[in-house]
């Protein structure tokens, strides 16, 4: 697998994860609720490190688009 293909394939299951995150963070709400305090502060849960992976691959998935295309943030 080339560099590129390989950047391509951890770019989509990055992808991947973050829509199934999206999809547990839905049901979690719909059926808990979800405070601001919750979001932002919540030490427990789903929620506890939630906002900080999802970030983390977010910024990731950014990164490789830029590899993949050869430009710079």
């Not at 995150?21 to 979690?28: E, G, S």
């Not at 059926?31 to 910024?59: C, F, I, P």
């Amino acid at each position: 697998m080339s560099d590129i293909a390989a950047l391509k394939s951890e770019k989509q299951e990055l992808i991947d994860k973050m829509l199934e995150m999206q999809k547990q963070f839905i049901d979690y709400e719909h059926k808990h609720g979800v405070s601001g305090k919750d979001y932002w502060a919540s030490t427990e849960g789903l929620l506890a490190d939630y906002r900080q992976e999802y970030l983390d691959m977010a910024n990731r998935v950014v990164d490789i688009a830029h590899e993949i295309v050869g430009s710079v943030r």
